[in-house]
């Protein structure tokens, strides 16, 4: 009977010891999952990536950062990739339809995890529902080959800038070039030491003090002007000032803008003038006539044309008028030598 109940009680250390066992690899692994929880506390969920890489059974799912869940299975679909991953029930209303999941890295060695957007303002998406794609991040592998494209991009242009090409390559290259720059180098010194010395306007007007005094009393009779516009002194004040020097010029420019109205409907003399047919006819008409009259004078027709063109009719008037002023003076010296009047009785 001793040995009896001595094996029951070994037996039983030993169920207690695994018992305990158990309990501390449970302890253990909830440890390790954190938050995941355990296998009936987590619920399937998928999306749809164009590319995997480094992301494999087993890579962390997180939610804002915080890892919630694993993931479980990598197929294809298609041209791209179905993954699948379980993620514990306690966040189902922080991965809802607006929800984006995107690839992301968990350390810089290219390891990969899904990073999922929280988002309670939607539907929690369903087990074994697609979470929506956002754009994947750049790649260790993309940064590498836009790193080596760049390094291409550097060389071709070093190669170039040593065969010449462009104008840093000629200024490099082509001694003629140099000596030009070299050339206005020197002419820019010669100028910056001219206008220390004072030479020309803007050196006098930097070293010389009564240029400076010149224009520093430009500028105060410019700031003056400027003063009197803004008091309303002048015309030019009145008119930005004066409220009815600016009614007087409104009123004016409405008076002329009327006036051109009235000629534009054909009003008054100057209206017709510019609006009716006939009367700008009648007066080409006028002007036809005397264009003609000054041709036929200038042709010599008529007596005033002959008059204007012969030059023997035009002597003998001036004799005939030479001969009759004599006369005239004659008569005026000695009346009595052309009027004898006699009187005769029968």
Not at 172 to 188: G, I, K, N, P, V
Not at 210 to 232: F, H, I, Y
Not at 269 to 279: P, Q, R
Not at 321 to 335: F, G, K, N
């Given at each position: 009977?001793?040995?009896?109940?001595s094996?029951?009680?070994?037996?039983?250390?030993?169920?207690?010891?695994?018992?305990?066992?158990?309990?501390?690899?449970?302890?253990?692994?909830?440890?390790?999952?954190?938050?995941?929880?355990?296998?009936?506390?987590?619920?399937?969920?998928?999306?749809?990536?164009?590319?995997?890489?480094?992301?494999?059974?087993g890579s962390p799912?997180?939610?804002?950062?915080?890892?919630?869940?694993?993931?479980?299975?990598?197929?294809?679909?298609?041209?791209?990739?179905?993954?699948?991953?379980?993620?514990?029930?306690?966040?189902?209303?922080?991965?809802?339809?607006?929800?984006?999941?995107?690839?992301?890295?968990?350390?810089?060695?290219?390891?990969?995890?899904?990073?999922?957007?929280?988002?309670?303002?939607?539907?929690?998406?369903?087990?074994?529902?697609?979470?929506?794609?956002?754009?994947?991040?750049?790649?260790?592998?993309?940064?590498?080959?836009?790193?080596?494209?760049g390094?291409?991009?550097?060389?071709?242009?070093?190669?170039?800038?040593?065969?010449?090409?462009?104008?840093?390559?000629?200024?490099?290259?082509?001694?003629?070039?140099?000596?030009?720059?070299?050339?206005?180098?020197t002419?820019a010194?010669?100028?910056?030491?001219?206008?220390?010395?004072?030479?020309?306007?803007?050196?006098?007007?930097?070293?010389?003090?009564?240029?400076?005094?010149?224009?520093?009393?430009?500028?105060?009779?410019?700031?003056?002007?400027?003063?009197?516009?803004?008091?309303?002194?002048?015309s030019?004040?009145?008119?930005?000032?004066?409220?009815?020097?600016?009614?007087?010029?409104n009123?004016?420019?409405?008076?002329m803008?009327?006036?051109?109205?009235?000629?534009?409907?054909?009003?008054?003399?100057?209206?017709?003038?510019?609006?009716?047919?006939?009367?700008?006819?009648?007066?080409?008409?006028?002007?036809s006539?005397?264009?003609?009259?000054?041709?036929?004078?200038?042709?010599?027709?008529?007596?005033?044309?002959?008059?204007?063109?012969?030059?023997?009719?035009?002597?003998?008037?001036n004799?005939?008028?030479?001969?009759?002023?004599?006369?005239?003076a004659?008569?005026?010296?000695?009346?009595?030598?052309?009027?004898?009047?006699?009187?005769?009785?029968?």
């Amino acid at each position: 009977m001793p040995r009896t109940r001595s094996l029951a009680w070994s037996e039983l250390k030993i169920g207690v010891l695994t018992i305990l066992a158990i309990v501390i690899v449970a302890i253990t692994i909830f440890m390790l999952t954190g938050d995941k929880g355990f296998f009936w506390q987590r619920y399937p969920l998928k999306t749809r990536f164009a590319n995997v890489a480094g992301l494999k059974p087993g890579s962390p799912v997180r939610v804002a950062g915080k890892e919630v869940g694993t993931v479980t299975g990598i197929d294809f679909a298609g041209e791209q990739v179905d993954v699948t991953f379980e993620v514990n029930k306690e966040i189902r209303d922080r991965i809802t339809d607006l929800s984006v999941a995107t690839l992301g890295s968990v350390s810089l060695l290219g390891e990969g995890a899904v990073d999922v957007t929280p988002s309670t303002a939607g539907t929690p998406v369903p087990e074994w529902g697609y979470v929506k794609t956002g754009r994947t991040p750049a790649q260790i592998a993309d940064i590498t080959e836009q790193a080596s494209q760049g390094m291409a991009m550097v060389n071709k242009l070093v190669a170039g800038l040593s065969q010449g090409q462009g104008t840093v390559g000629k200024l490099l290259t082509d001694e003629r070039l140099y000596m030009q720059l070299q050339d206005f180098a020197t002419t820019a010194n010669e100028m910056a030491r001219s206008v220390r010395q004072g030479r020309g306007t803007v050196g006098r007007l930097l070293n010389d003090p009564q240029a400076a005094n010149a224009l520093e009393a430009s500028m105060k009779n410019v700031e003056d002007v400027t003063r009197r516009l803004s008091a309303g002194e002048g015309s030019l004040g009145k008119l930005l000032k004066d409220d009815a020097f600016s009614q007087s010029l409104n009123a004016a420019t409405a008076n002329m803008r009327t006036l051109t109205d009235k000629i534009n409907r054909g009003e008054g003399t100057l209206g017709k003038l510019v609006t009716d047919d006939s009367v700008f006819k009648r007066l080409d008409s006028v002007t036809s006539r005397l264009d003609e009259l000054v041709n036929r004078l200038n042709q010599g027709e008529g007596t005033a044309g002959q008059l204007l063109k012969d030059k023997q009719l035009y002597e003998n008037m001036n004799r005939t008028v030479t001969e009759m002023q004599s006369l005239l003076a004659d008569i005026r010296r000695d009346p009595k030598k052309y009027l004898n009047v006699k009187v005769s009785i029968f």
